[in-house]
């Protein structure tokens, strides 16, 4: 089992042989970018994209199945915040694990989640390339992919402080532009936006148009529009001061998810119908402005898709190199991954950037076997990496209190019991997956994965133990 990471004077968590080979990672994220990274952060991809098809399920009650899930994802990042600075780490949730169970649960938990955000990065360059090809009719995905990832594998590679310079702006964007929609939506609901008139409740009425069962589709949506979160805590321990960056970022967690979340679905379903064909065609907030006759607001909002977009792909070459150099580092993999020079884990970014272009390539080499396959296997992923977030601060905060009580800086609320409240959430996310037809298979097949993966960390670390 890892040491834990000693502090220096400044508060920084200083890499130890056991996670670094002797080679630390830099701290040139600075506080500005650990926070705008936090306050963008929670703004995804999934956000703008993919909240379409959750209107469409479960009507105006979206909005409870956003808050539900936003309760859960708050105590999972109090979890989190906890033993992250407590224990700042590059390998976040999966060195917690660690250190709770074995290296077995950490390399459960670390690989799984590389895999999916090494799938993640593809897939969001898919999505802002045909963004691009709507603009630029006739010029071929692919191109637009590969440029992409050369960028932002470009920007990895070189110091840490360039992802943290475009997060920074790309963060800023998110945030002016969905802060823009929200007092726009908020003054038109209210009748006092000039040249339109206040729907008021006319198109809440129909608030659960497909009962349960629509409501249950909406939850499911909205639980992976959550994901991503948890890089703020990988971010910190490259930044100037860990436990501050992780404590401030967890602390207003529950304010962002309120207002960007909560907020946007509530100003959504109350000035478009829920049913219009133009939320899932056009994306819930271009058709909430192409409602409000703003000129040109529609494609302004697909510019700041794009953005979230591009703001992901960084953000999942960023972590997943993380991840794989963290593990690597503690015995969990090739050690060529932990190569580190300039303070970056080169070898680790391009790996993980290679990874991603290789999904982009089997989504039009096997588009009908392995891509499918491959995007059921991460489909629930997030959820096991909560699961074992919630697992690892039941065991972990015992020993804190015992061994070290001056790190808990963070401290999850009404601790056990609204631990043990999460994951009663999260067994039932899982029952009501298995009870979905669509999302049964992603259920097996990242229960697959993580079984398997559960059976190799067990046999490495059977093996270390008896070398």
Excluded at 162 to 191: C, Q, R
Excluded at 315 to 333: C, E, F, H, P, T
């Amino acid at each position: 089992m890892p040491s834990s990471p000693t502090r220096t004077s400044t508060g920084t968590a200083a890499g130890t042989p056991s996670e670094t080979g002797g080679v630390p990672l830099s701290h040139g994220l600075k506080q500005r970018h650990l926070s705008m990274i936090a306050l963008g952060g929670v703004i995804g991809a999934g956000l703008f994209v993919g909240s379409g098809a959750g209107i469409a399920a479960a009507g105006p009650s979206i909005v409870v199945a956003y808050a539900l899930s936003g309760v859960l994802v708050m105590l999972v990042m109090r979890m989190l915040g906890e033993m992250s600075a407590a224990h700042p780490s590059s390998g976040s949730f999966s060195a917690h694990a660690e250190r709770a169970f074995g290296p077995w649960a950490g390399f459960t938990a670390g690989w799984s989640f590389w895999v999916l955000l090494c799938t993640a990065v593809g897939l969001e360059g898919m999505g802002a390339a045909k963004i691009v090809t709507g603009w630029l009719p006739g010029t071929p995905e692919w191109m637009w992919v590969a440029l992409f990832m050369v960028v932002f594998c470009g920007t990895n590679l070189a110091a840490v402080k360039n992802f943290g310079e475009f997060e920074f702006w790309f963060a800023a964007l998110k945030v002016g532009a969905i802060t823009l929609f929200l007092v726009l939506g908020v003054l038109a609901v209210a009748g006092v936006l000039p040249g339109t008139d206040s729907p008021g409740a006319s198109h809440l009425t129909d608030f659960l148009p497909h009962g349960g069962q629509g409501l249950i589709v909406g939850l499911l949506a909205s639980v992976f529009a959550y994901g991503g979160l948890e890089t703020v805590t990988i971010a910190a321990a490259e930044s100037e001061d860990p436990v501050k960056g992780v404590a401030s970022a967890v602390r207003t967690a529950m304010w962002r998810i309120a207002l960007f979340y909560v907020g946007s679905m509530a100003v959504i379903v109350t000035l478009v119908p829920w049913d219009s064909p133009e939320v899932v065609a056009k994306g819930p907030y271009v058709a909430a402005l192409d409602h409000l006759g703003i000129p040109g607001a529609g494609p302004l909002m697909n510019v700041v898709v794009f953005v979230a977009l591009l703001s992901a792909m960084n953000a999942n070459i960023y972590g997943s190199s993380r991840i794989a150099y963290s593990l690597v580092g503690r015995g969990q993999g090739p050690r060529a991954l932990a190569r580190v020079s300039g303070g970056v884990p080169r070898v680790a970014v391009l790996v993980s950037s290679l990874f991603g272009f290789g999904c982009v390539l089997l989504s039009y080499w096997r588009p009908d076997d392995v891509f499918p396959w491959l995007l059921n296997m991460i489909g629930a992923v997030i959820l096991v990496v909560w699961i074992f977030i919630a697992a690892s601060q039941l065991r972990l905060r015992r020993r804190l209190e015992r061994e070290t009580p001056e790190r808990l800086v963070v401290r999850m609320w009404a601790f056990p019991w609204l631990t043990w409240v999460a994951l009663a959430g999260m067994a039932a996310v899982f029952v009501l997956m298995a009870r979905e037809a669509d999302t049964r298979v992603q259920l097996y097949s990242t229960g697959a994965m993580t079984l398997v993966l559960a059976v190799v960390g067990y046999a490495w670390q059977r093996g270390r133990a008896r070398s």
